[in-house]
């Protein structure tokens, strides 16, 4: 069949308006994933708050060894398995993820506790501060140059940090300390070639087997909650490892379609929701001298996102 040129016209003008459509809408399900990726990570004290009967410990890992089962089903099934072949055979990949398990467990089990013991504003405070402590490490390990912007950043989440000191008589140590673990970490996960869903894997493969002895010694003391026979025991054990596995799978999906940047900011609805939970649901004291530490952090990533937002690759 032969076409006339004026519906060659009405075919080309057809197609440049599907494909720009099918962007809009690829990037508005990515949106929507990523807020759904950081509403779960957001909402995920109150999940921590039911299990705190176990202790912190036990909680924590119970999360290693049912975040390696659910992820070992998710690897299979996707076909990353040569990944996993790579990052097990590398000494470097494996020193990676030996370390960085370490500090991701030390992050996991300083949250639980927070939640455990009504400090959950404090840990949310921790994930404020990460992304200046990013900054940080690149000015005095990496000697970055940083911008205006930067520095003052880094300039507002330092006076947020005294200030939330002085409101708390001393250094908020669980806040800075999930903060230092959690760059660690991601600076970390920077150097690998296995991608973070792999490299979780690997480092809860590295730690299972001494999660799962320490359980063992927990169940033959009479000390471990899951050996107690409850179901509902049972299932909140079993659960952690979904609540580990499916916000981060959500959180990747959403970057590929609106890019890490953009993804990146969403990430703040999770500590935004850890402290909204913390002092309307579980009662937290937040006094004035708290609401204005917590200003000037809100501050400091504000002025981290604007060149963000604004630049040509996130338009």
């Known amino acids: 069949m032969i076409l006339s040129s004026n519906a060659i016209r009405q075919y080309e003008c057809g197609r440049e308006f599907v ?5 809009l809408v690829s990037v508005y399900q990515g949106f929507i994933i990523g807020v759904t990726a950081s509403a779960f ?14 202790d912190p410990l036990e909680t924590m890992l119970h999360r290693i060894v049912w975040s390696a089962v659910v992820m070992f089903i998710y690897i299979a099934f996707t076909g990353r398995l040569e990944r996993m072949k790579i990052a097990l055979t590398s000494w470097r990949e494996s020193l990676s993820a030996f370390i960085g398990g370490g500090c991701i467990f030390i992050n996991w089990y ?10 959950i504003i404090e840990a949310s405070l921790g994930y404020y501060m990460y992304p200046m402590m990013v900054v940080a490490l690149g000015v005095f390990y990496l000697k970055e140059n940083l911008s205006k912007l930067e520095w003052a950043s880094v300039a507002a989440a330092a006076t947020g940090l005294v200030v939330k000191t002085i409101s708390s008589g001393g250094v908020p140590l669980i806040g800075v300390t999930v903060a230092i673990t959690f760059t660690i ?6 150097t690998r070639q296995t991608g973070p869903v792999v490299g979780l894997f690997v480092e809860v493969i ?3 087997p001494i999660a799962a002895i ?9 000390s471990a909650v899951f050996v107690s026979g409850v179901t509902s025991d049972i299932g909140l054990a079993l659960a952690t490892g979904l609540v580990t596995v499916i916000p981060l799978i959500l959180y990747i999906a959403s970057g590929r379609q609106i890019g890490m940047a953009i993804a990146g900011l969403l990430f703040y609805l999770a500590p935004t929701l850890h402290l909204t939970v913390g002092v309307l649901i579980y009662n937290e004291p ?4 708290d609401l204005l530490a917590f200003g000037f952090l809100w501050l400091a990533v504000g002025l981290l996102a604007i060149p963000k937002i604004y630049s040509p690759r996130a338009s």
């Open 206 to 208: 590295y730690y299972t």
């Open 214 to 222: 320490i359980l063992w010694y927990m169940a033959a003391n009479g």
């Open 286 to 289: 937040f006094g004035q001298l």
């Open 185 to 190: 970490y991601t600076l970390l996960g920077k």
């Open 41 to 54: 990570w957001g909402l995920t004290p109150i999940f921590f708050k039911a299990m705190s009967h176990f």
């Open 110 to 119: 300083l949250f639980i506790y927070a939640v455990n013991t009504n400090q």
């Open 19 to 23: 494909f720009p459509l099918r962007s």
